[in-house]
Each structure stands twice: as C-alpha cells, then as structure tokens.
C-alpha cells in the first residue's frame, strides 16, 4: 500500500529552522519525483521545491530559493526539507506528494498522485 508520511512540523520563531521529513512506503522514493507543497488558510496549495527521480536535479518557488533545501535518502526512502530562515509568510501545512508519471509543471499540485497528510508548520514570535 503506497503511503506518504510527513513530520517535523511545529512552532518556530522568526528566523529559525525546521526539517521535515516525507517518510514513504509501498514504493522507492527514488522510482519517482517528489515534491513539497503548502497551503496556508484560504489560499491555494503552493508547490514549494521538487526533487527529480534521479535525485540530480531540484527545483524551488522563489519566495523558498536560498532559504530551504529538498533531499533523499534512499536507503530511508525518505526526503527531507531543510527550511532555514523562515519567515512567518511560511506558516502553512506542509505536503509531500508523488509525481505522477509523465505530469509535467513541478509546481501544479494536479502532476501529483499520492500525498500525505500534512504536517503544520506555524512561524511566530
């Protein structure tokens, strides 16, 4: 049974740092192309940073660039997001999701076919 478990998630000050992970299981994360989405109250869902198949290439939105990180670890079958300097702008509910195979913009939440539950990040003082 293919399923997507993200954690990580918390209360974090202006400034600071979380990681979340994306735990999957019933296929390789390596099989697939991964991806990190958001969805703060009444907005829409943001795709946040993508990571190949392959692992050789990532991608992120602009309001993430230098600031967060997208990884693997295979023998986890996990990928992580290093968020550093975050903003309270980045208070949302995280998502990881599978890519649906040969969907084509990183960033549209319907390339994706399988996504976890969410884990809550809230970014305050």
């Known amino acids: 049974q293919l399923q997507l478990v993200e954690s990580g998630g918390g209360l974090v000050q202006p400034g600071g740092s979380l990681r979340l992970s994306c735990a999957a299981s019933g296929f390789t994360v390596y099989s697939y192309a991964i991806g990190w989405f958001r969805q703060a109250p009444g907005k829409e869902r943001e795709g946040v940073s993508y990571?190949?198949?392959?692992?050789?290439?990532?991608y992120y939105a602009t309001s993430v660039k230098g600031r967060f990180t997208i990884s693997r670890d295979n023998g986890k079958n996990t990928v992580y997001l290093q968020m550093n300097s975050l903003k309270p702008e980045d208070t949302a509910v995280y998502y990881c999701a599978k890519r649906r195979p040969g969907a084509a913009l990183w960033y549209d939440p319907d390339a994706f076919d399988s996504w976890g539950q969410g884990t809550q990040v809230t970014v305050s003082s």
């Open positions: 990571i190949t198949s392959s692992g050789s290439s990532t």
